[in-house]
């Protein structure tokens, strides 16, 4: 699969300390698995000239004090609580300078943040994605990028995930509904 480096941007979702590393409140092995692939791919995307988008789940500490019925905490836990250490990208992918670092703060990266107004100035069309939770942050910011006429592919050999039937859900489902999914060897640039 051939990809403009000017029309595309790699998205790293949510690659940080509270998911990848073992003291990290909702720690996943496979998601600590992920960091050396997600690097490789971020790798390749800065020697094609790619932009890199991060991703960083944030929470305010009252931020579900008042929820009607989205609430992460009842169902995670408190994690990457605003200001923490979890809440950082874990220093093997620390971003660069020029890369763009989106904080959110639910599933979505483009609910209620300017991704989409940061991609459209930048001419970006096409969306590699990867991080994680395969089923979860990634699999609802690549839909929600479907739903506003971006193209997500989602690299599935650089992805955490819990288990790993979640992994397969999340690659099917991407596939089927919305987008795209190929492996890190499978992606080229135009020179």
């Known amino acids: 699969m051939r990809f403009d480096p000017d029309r595309t ?12 590393h073992e ?10 698995a992920a960091i050396s692939s997600v690097k490789e791919a971020i790798e390749t995307a800065r020697e094609a000239g790619v932009q890199v988008v991060y991703t960083r789940d944030v929470h305010p500490p009252e931020q579900f004090e008042d929820a009607h019925y989205y609430d992460e905490f009842e169902r995670w836990g408190e994690h990457v609580l ?4 979890e809440a950082e990208i874990v220093g093997e992918l620390a971003p ?15 609910y ?14 096409d969306l590699l994605i990867c991080g994680t939770l395969a089923n979860v942050c990634v699999f609802h910011t690549a839909g929600s990028a479907g739903l506003r006429d971006f193209r997500p592919v989602v690299i599935e050999d650089a992805l955490g995930y819990i288990e790993e039937d979640h992994l ?3 690659l099917e489902h ?18």
């Open 174 to 191: 991407s596939a089927w509904l919305f987008g795209e999914t190929i492996g890190r060897d499978g992606i080229e640039f135009d020179p």
């Open 96 to 110: 660069e300078e020029g890369d763009h670092v989106v904080e959110k703060h639910t599933y979505d990266a483009f």
């Open 9 to 20: 941007a790699l998205v790293v979702v949510d690659m940080q300390k509270g998911f990848c």
């Open 23 to 32: 003291e990290g409140s909702l720690y996943a092995p496979a998601s600590e």
């Open 168 to 170: 397969e859900y999340a």
């Open 112 to 125: 209620n943040t300017e991704l989409e107004g940061w991609l459209r100035a930048r001419g970006i069309e």
């Open 82 to 85: 605003e200001g923490s250490r």
